[in-house]
């Protein structure tokens, strides 16, 4: 029973942890977008270089809304009282593998077999 306590308490932290990721990056979705919306400029080489600023702009968009998924599916893991434990194994995942990456649904070994 301690041990189940212990794991409750760990899952309110990394509730928070992923909580306050989550937001941080729909920030920096929110400021993204709104450099997209932005009016273009009428010189043709001042377009170019917007033209490669949206790109980047864009794929950090991509990355965000990706890391964004990986938070929720964590979140719904503790929901579930399932996080902390490798989807695909059923091990435990290491407290500093969780700090690391608080999202991750794998084990190191699995995610090392995965690459």
Partial sequence: ????????????????????RKNEIL??????????GRTKLADSAERAAEAEND?????????????????DAALKRIDEDRFGLCVKCGDEISPERLEAVPYTPFCKK????MN
């Fill in 1 to 20: 029973m301690r041990e189940r306590e212990e794991m409750m308490v760990d899952q309110a932290h990394f509730r928070a942890v992923l909580l306050d």
């Fill in 27 to 36: 920030a920096r979705l929110q400021k993204v977008d709104k450099d997209l």
């Fill in 55 to 71: 790109e980047v702009l864009e794929e950090f968009g991509h990355v965000g809304a990706d890391e964004i998924k990986a938070i």
């Fill in 110 to 113: 699995c995610a090392s077999a």
